[in-house]
């Protein structure tokens, strides 16, 4: 919602400064500013939602993922090498690391579900893989530096 109300406001923006005539019968400063409210509240909405899931979450107990972008992208390989180690990382499953395989093969193959050539809607396929691609990387990433973090904070073994 977060990033539907960015777009929203973005065209909103560019309504107001570069739209001269009327949209539809309605004048492009109603429509501008009608759209600057809807995207503003479409950003308020999704930061509550995301603050109401982040809270249910912990109210169960689930580990929420650490570390900013950048700290995920070091601790990529740090995962990778874990999870295929003789004892395991058993925060990925080798399931995941083959779904993650396919879709980087599925983004850098010439076959596609949807061809490129189709307006829009051909590139929306490779943009919806690369989008759950790189959350379920990142949340991985995150989970497994909160891992790191907890086995250092454990006492050393006798």
């Known amino acids: 919602m977060v990033f539907f109300g960015g777009l929203l406001v973005l ?17 492009p400063t109603t429509v501008g500013i009608t ?8 950003i308020g909405l999704g ?13 169960r107990g689930e580990p929420e993922p650490v570390g900013n972008v950048f700290e995920r992208a070091r601790a990529l390989p740090r995962l990778l090498r874990a999870a295929r180690s003789k004892e395991g990382y058993a925060g990925l499953p080798k399931g995941r690391m ?17 061809p490129e050539f189709l307006p829009i809607i051909g590139v929306t396929d ?5 989008v ?8 991985a990433a995150g989970m497994y530096l909160n891992y790191e973090r907890d086995r250092k904070n454990l006492p050393p073994a006798r």
Do not use: H, M
Request: hydrophobic share 65%; proline share 1%; aromatic share 8%.
């Open 98 to 114: 083959a779904l993650w395989g396919f879709a980087l093969l599925y983004l850098v193959s010439p076959i596609d579900i949807l």
């Open 132 to 139: 759950w691609l790189l959350t379920s990387v990142s949340a």
């Open 11 to 27: 065209l909103a923006l560019l309504t107001l400064v570069f739209r001269d005539a009327d949209i539809g019968g309605i004048a």
């Open 47 to 59: 930061f509550l939602r995301k603050a109401q899931a982040r809270r249910r979450r912990a109210a």
């Open 35 to 42: 759209l600057l409210v809807v995207g503003a509240l479409s």
């Open 126 to 130: 490779d943009a919806g893989v690369a």
